[in-house]
């Protein structure tokens, strides 16, 4: 059995790269950063009220820490395309597509830099969006994969082959 898929590492595939690393190998620092930036913006605001019937005055310190407060916001809510941007700056020339084929031995992936052999056994989780499948190797790896470009048999069918030969669960997210 193969499959074949045609990827554009653009900036939705990148960002949603970003967020399925996110929810599935950065799970726990994630949960613990957002809840540190909840309490530290917490703590801003607070430090920003007026007390003891004191007039709000609008000085140097609240406008630091307001705007330290919009850019930590900024950054929660934004995490996942900041995360995309920063990987589609450090992306080498020549690797913005790629045509892989999927064998049950590995899959081989082909840009215009060359050509890259690769094993399932490196694969620690799977993830699946409505419009991709990503493999994911670690905290910082991953690849990613357009469903909609997807030849050889339909997604459901290349979803229980993956399972199939690394043994792993897809995730949905």
Excluded at 8 to 24: F, G, Q, V
Excluded at 45 to 73: N, Q, S, Y
Excluded at 79 to 87: P, Q, R, V
Excluded at 138 to 145: K, R, V
Aim: charged content about 25%; overall charge positive; some cysteine.
């Amino acid at each position: 059995m193969e499959f074949r898929i045609e990827t554009t590492y653009n900036s939705e595939a990148l960002t949603t790269m970003a967020r399925a690393l996110r929810k599935t190998a950065r799970r726990k620092r994630s949960r613990r950063t957002r809840i540190w930036s909840v309490l530290v913006i917490a703590l801003a605001l607070l430090l920003m009220l007026p007390l003891d019937g004191e007039k709000f005055v609008l000085d140097g310190r609240t406008i630091v820490t307001g705007l330290a407060v919009a850019a930590i916001l900024v950054a929660l809510v934004f995490e996942d395309k900041l995360n995309g941007y920063i990987a589609k700056r450090r992306m080498l020339p020549g690797l913005e597509s790629a045509v892989v084929t999927f064998r049950e031995d590995g899959y081989t992936s082909e840009t215009e830099v060359g050509t890259s052999e690769f094993a399932y056994k490196n694969i620690t989780s799977i993830a699946e969006t409505e419009n991709y499948f990503v493999f994911i190797f670690s905290q910082n790896h991953a690849q990613i994969y357009d469903k909609r470009r997807l030849t050889g048999g339909s997604a459901d069918a290349f979803c229980k082959f993956v399972e199939e030969v690394t043994e792993k669960t897809v995730q949905k997210i």
